[in-house]
């Protein structure tokens, strides 16, 4: 197993704090121990808009020099509108992050069944306003509708993907996947071998190691890529020990995820590293410096994880 780091850890917003600009990160990554990067597919690091061909073979040259994978490209869309140009505009967009990983050499694009998008406050970013309009978006448009708006697009941006040679991993993100099933069902339904899985196990519904061999079991060999998140610090002893938060609920537990993994489908992806809720200290956000310090503990967090197996 190896593990990224995702690139939207280190883009500001989360923390009060600059973007650490993406051929930085490269070293940094490198220096901490991972095994590759994760690029976010918007702004400011990894949006195909900003990223003209010498970009591109900059960023594919950073990782060849640092020894580091490029492991994936994430996606940010929402394919649930009933207006057809909104989701034709969604799909333009991940046709050219589906391009982008072509160019750098990533195997995958995650893409998510709906995503709520992100509004920011002095800098920084919230959900608050974007969660709640995805709920209250489109009035009078059943689940139905939009759980076939959602497959039917999924359906297009997979013939995308395997004309590139590129995979897409759906996320078991909310809203609409509230249960790992619904992911599978998706991909059942699109019956494309360019849509696959990305199973993230802090945001499954339970977190017993039965219920994780449930899950993995169920999902098999489709499983092409995971997350771990949250915030982490030393202790005394040296061991690096993750806190408890939303990004990581009570009972969370990425060892029995893990061992299930090898041992089901002998898994043998990457595991990417994500900062990505607000990084509060108290009512007042963090700032970079607090952010580089969760990216270099999270990954010696993992590998002993791993190396535990």
């Given at each position: 197993m190896k593990i990224s780091l995702y690139t939207i850890t280190l883009s500001g917003g989360y923390y009060d704090g600059p973007a650490v600009p993406l051929l930085e990160i490269f070293p940094k990554a490198k220096a901490w121990g991972y095994d590759g990067i994760e690029l976010e597919g918007k702004r400011p690091h990894g949006c195909p808009l900003d990223l003209d061909t010498a970009t591109r073979k900059e960023i594919r040259r950073a990782a060849e020099d640092t020894g580091l994978e490029i492991s994936c490209v994430a996606a940010y869309n929402d394919y649930s509108s009933p207006i057809e140009e909104h989701r034709e505009n969604e799909l333009l967009m991940t046709?050219?992050?589906?391009r982008l990983a072509a160019e750098l050499g990533a195997p995958v694009v995650r893409v998510f069944a709906i995503w709520s998008g992100v509004t920011r406050r002095n800098g920084c970013i919230t959900y608050d306003v974007a969660r709640y309009n995805i709920d209250h978006r489109y009035?009078?448009?059943?689940?139905?509708?939009?759980?076939?708006?959602?497959?039917d697009c999924l359906a297009e941006a997979a013939e995308m993907a395997e004309a590139e040679g590129v995979t897409l991993a759906l996320q078991n993100h909310e809203p609409i996947i509230t249960h790992y099933q619904h992911m599978l069902d998706f991909i059942e339904e699109v019956n494309s071998p360019a849509l696959k899985a990305c199973l993230d196990s802090p945001l499954m519904k339970s977190h017993t190691p039965e219920y994780y061999r449930e899950a993995i079991e169920a999902t098999g060999d489709l499983l092409v890529h995971t997350h771990f998140g949250g915030r982490f610090e030393r202790?005394?002893?040296?061991?690096?020990?993750?806190?408890?938060?939303?990004?990581?609920?009570?009972?969370?537990?990425?060892?029995a995820f893990l061992k299930a993994a090898k041992e089901i489908v002998n898994y043998s992806g990457h595991i990417g590293y994500e900062l990505c809720s607000p990084v509060l200290i108290g009512h007042n956000h963090a700032g970079l410096e607090y952010a580089l310090l969760q990216a270099e503990l999270a990954c010696e967090y993992m590998r002993g994880v791993i190396d535990s197996l």
């Open positions: 046709r050219e992050q589906i009035p009078g448009t059943t689940l139905l509708e939009r759980w076939c708006y959602v497959r202790e005394a002893d040296g061991r690096v020990i993750r806190l408890r938060n939303r990004a990581n609920p009570p009972g969370a537990d990425d060892r």
